[in-house]
């Protein structure tokens, strides 16, 4: 079944609130933002989302000390939770999810915060924080190559989803110069990439696949496609700039979403399009274990943040049911022309 995306519902209007209620909603703005460890959380929440655990990790503090001062932040709607299964991670809450009088506040704070600098050794605990995220699924497939794609398809298999993407990509309006595809996996949509565009970059950090994808290229023909081993921060792609890039079925796979879109939107090329596919938000936690997952897919508003965080305008949209209860998410994101 296809769903398109349509335009959301006007919100329901709510009674105003008191001048009691508005004070003590400025207070516990005031108290959460009056603390040098909460600002510092906040500014962790930049683009990534994280537990508790790993809070504590990144910052040197207790868990319940840490408990504490997200409880803080939360009945301040600084915060909010997202669950993954069984494990909850917070984020910055939305300016745009909060009363109207406390939206000047929260987005100056927040755009205090985002100009100061992290400590280094903050940075340095972030890095390990996101290779423990994602070795796991480094190991997963370097261990389960050969078993993957039947996996894969218990939840999502491309001939059910690639004809879409290939829409998406020649409704696309861009320059048919260079594409660049992250997660090439086996290979299978570098075969609609090649004869669009005149050189493919695929991308992939698991060296197996990406000797699959190279195979899968030898045995089609396809000679204008290079293979980089590494991520979107590889030194390879520095300085390169990509009419279009693809990432499907990858997000999920990877330890910091957000970062994902921020690499990626430096380098599009002005007027270039991103396409992501990838799973709506579901609760089947036997997707981590059968198919390396780090994320129970993703909340499309959480696509969209990253997307404008990143400097990317939103584009088409498309939603297909799968098997197994499983929902794609198609999106298209466009980095702007600047005049």
């Known amino acids: 079944m296809v769903v398109f995306l349509g335009m959301n519902a006007p919100a329901k209007d709510i009674d105003a609130p008191s001048p009691a209620e508005q004070r003590l909603a400025l207070a516990a703005f005031y108290k959460a933002a009056g603390d040098a460890l909460r600002l510092s959380i906040l500014r962790l929440l930049q683009k990534n989302d994280y537990g508790v655990k790993e809070l504590c990790k990144l910052l040197d503090v207790k868990q319940p000390s840490m408990s504490h001062h997200l409880k803080v932040l939360a009945n301040a709607g600084l915060v909010v939770t997202r669950r993954d299964g069984n494990s909850i991670y917070y984020r910055r809450a939305p300016v745009n999810e909060t009363r109207v009088e406390r939206e000047t506040l929260r987005s100056s704070l927040f755009s205090a915060l985002d100009g100061l600098p992290i400590e280094p050794e903050i940075l340095q605990r972030t890095d390990i924080v996101h290779d423990e995220r994602s070795r796991a699924s480094r190991e997963f497939f370097q261990q389960n190559a050969d078993r993957f794609q039947s996996n894969q398809d218990l939840i999502a298999s491309y001939v059910e989803y690639g004809e879409s993407i290939t829409n998406f990509l020649d409704a696309a309006d861009t320059h048919k110069w260079a594409a660049l ?29 990406l000797k699959r994808a190279q195979k899968f290229a030898e045995n089609c023909q396809l000679e204008n496609i290079r293979f980089i081993h590494g991520d979107t921060r590889a030194d390879e792609l520095k300085g390169q700039r990509f009419d279009c890039i693809t990432v499907n079925m990858v997000l999920h796979h990877t330890p910091h979403p957000a970062q994902i879109f921020s690499d990626l939107g430096q380098l599009l090329t002005p007027g270039g399009s991103m396409l992501v596919t990838d799973l709506c938000q579901h609760d089947q936690d036997w997707a981590r274990e ?43 994101f466009t980095k702007p022309i600047k005049k």
Do not use: H, I
């Open 181 to 209: 595809e992250v997660g090439s996996g086996e290979g299978d949509f570098l075969a609609e990439l090649s004869p669009r565009y005149k050189q493919v970059t695929a991308l992939d950090n698991s060296l197996e696949m």
């Open 290 to 332: 059968s198919c390396g997952d780090l994320w129970l897919g993703f909340d499309p508003q959480d696509l969209s943040r990253w997307a404008a965080d990143a400097g990317l305008r939103e584009g088409q949209s498309l939603y297909l049911t799968q098997r197994n209860g499983f929902q794609l998410q198609l999106r298209q």
